[in-house]
């Protein structure tokens, strides 16, 4: 094999390979981003709650803010005790204020050019992360959309494209299956991820 053909083949291997990541990523979509697995076991639910927010954004006059502990509050609830009607909630895994203050500052830039107004917010912060690391952005489950951080579009779809993430992929699979999913350890830590 000479130079020539063997750069071919090198450049076909690099090639084949990097539209099968692609594939496998829009196919397996482990974080759910592409709307193919809207359960997905590695869920970004920064994104996610944010999208939430995006599509009922007209009618919402509260914020509920929070780690994970804060799935366990109803909005419903809280519109009982607060002067807001319908809450949009942002509880995610971790969720730390770096999590929520670019969401509270898109919601009052958008409200104010809709001529619309907040009327509660409420924040659950966790004591036991205080102290810690923010895992916001950190890795590819805790991108918070480009609406947020003012990435290019391109760059957050490019991301989620071209992640080689193997455990991610095999998790999404196994959970698409019914078998046990080794849930990854916080942000990175143990398995998983």
């Known amino acids: 094999m000479n130079a020539h053909r063997y750069s071919q083949a090198l450049i076909a291997l690099a090639a084949a390979t990097f539209i099968l990541v692609v594939a496998a990523n829009i196919a397996i979509d482990a974080q759910g981003v592409f709307g193919v697995s809207a359960n997905a076991a590695n869920r970004n639910t920064r994104y996610f709650s944010f999208n939430g927010y995006e599509k009922a954004a007209a009618v919402t006059d509260g914020l509920l803010f929070g780690s994970s502990r804060g799935n366990g509050i109803d909005p419903a609830d809280l519109a009982e005790y607060l ?6 909630a942002f509880a995610v895994e971790a969720g730390l204020i770096t999590d929520h203050l670019p ?12 001529a619309r107004r907040l009327r509660a917010i409420f924040l659950l912060l966790d004591a036991d992360l205080f102290g810690t690391t923010p895992f916001t952005n950190q890795r590819i489950g805790t991108q918070l959309a480009p609406e ?6 391109l760059r957050f779809w490019w991301r989620y494209l071209t992640a080689i993430q193997f455990a991610a992929w095999r998790n999404e699979l196994a ?14 830590r143990g398995r998983g991820g």
């Open 83 to 88: 002067p807001a009607s319908r809450f949009a």
């Open 103 to 114: 969401v509270l500052e898109y919601a009052l830039r958008r409200q104010a050019e809709d």
């Open 148 to 153: 947020l951080t003012g990435e290019p579009r």
């Open 175 to 188: 959970a698409r299956r019914g078998a046990r999913v080794a849930v990854p350890a916080a942000h990175g």
